[in-house]
T-cell receptor, first 113, second 109 residues
Framework: IAGITQAPTSQILAAGRRMTLRCTQD?????MYWYRQDLGLGLRLIHY???????GKGEVPDGYSVSRANTDDFPLTLASAVPSQTSVYFC????????????FGAGSRLTVL | GQNIDQPTEMTATEGAIVQINCTYQ??????LFWYQQHAGEAPTFLSY??LDGLEEKGRFSSFLSRSKGYSYLLLKELQMKDSASYLC??????????WGAGTKLIIKP
């Protein structure tokens, strides 16, 4: 089934630990995005990639890093997790950057204690 | 700053019609999107407006007025499965999406 796969679905993590959220798409989309969703707030962009080999910072990039070694994979790493990073994280992709429809993964619920 | 406003929560009756409003103030405009998000699930695309007017797609319609910075999503013949959050998002002049906090729609029998 074409789409986006995120892993893990849910994770509880101790503060200070390193964590990588995985995201893989099989639609050959050029652009990929990481968002966080918190209660009462709109989706906030963490990092994005317009094409393989390039990445950019979104609205809330601090404490997060990404890489885009190939078209399909776009992992998000928390180098040293803090409780304020407790959130639901969504990976998304679109055919290209610009006014394109986003396809979202199912989300990864992360709790940092 | 850039801002998207939509009601936090709305309640409607099965079979009825509901209108969810969205007002925006952004740096430029390259289109407005509506997404549906069921609890615990990913957002899914509903509609895209870039020109003024009404776009109809089955039971769902979306309206845009760029001069007023205003859009609405109209849901007809409401069904219980329409209970979800509805997210309004505007693409600004840099092609960055600005998201509203979402409107939680509760459908009662």
């Amino acid at each position: 089934i074409a789409g986006i796969t995120q892993a893990p679905t849910s994770q509880i993590l101790a503060a200070g630990r390193r964590m990588t959220l995985r995201c893989t798409q099989d639609m050959r989309h050029n652009a990929m995005y990481w968002y966080r969703q918190d209660l009462g707030l709109g989706l906030r962009l963490i990092h994005y990639s317009n094409t393989a080999g390039t990445t950019g910072k979104g609205e809330v990039p601090d404490g997060y890093s990404v890489s885009r070694a190939n078209t399909d994979d776009f992992p998000l790493t928390l180098a040293s997790a803090v409780p304020s990073q407790t959130s639901v994280y969504f990976c998304a992709s679109s055919a290209s950057s610009g006014a394109n429809v986003l396809t979202f993964g199912a989300g990864s619920r992360l709790t940092v204690l | 700053g850039q801002n998207i406003d939509q009601p936090t929560e709305m309640t409607a009756t099965e079979g009825a019609i509901v209108q969810i409003n969205c007002t925006y103030q952004t740096s430029g405009f390259n289109g407005l999107f509506w997404y549906q998000q069921h609890a615990g699930e990913a957002p899914t695309f509903l509609s895209y407006n870039v020109l003024d007017g009404l776009e109809e797609k089955g039971r769902f319609s979306s309206f845009l007025s760029r001069s007023k910075g205003y859009s609405y999503l109209l849901l007809k013949e409401l069904q219980m499965k329409d209970s979800a959050s509805y997210l309004c998002a505007v693409m600004d002049s840099n092609y960055q999406l600005i998201w509203g906090a979402g409107t939680k729609l509760i459908i009662k029998p």
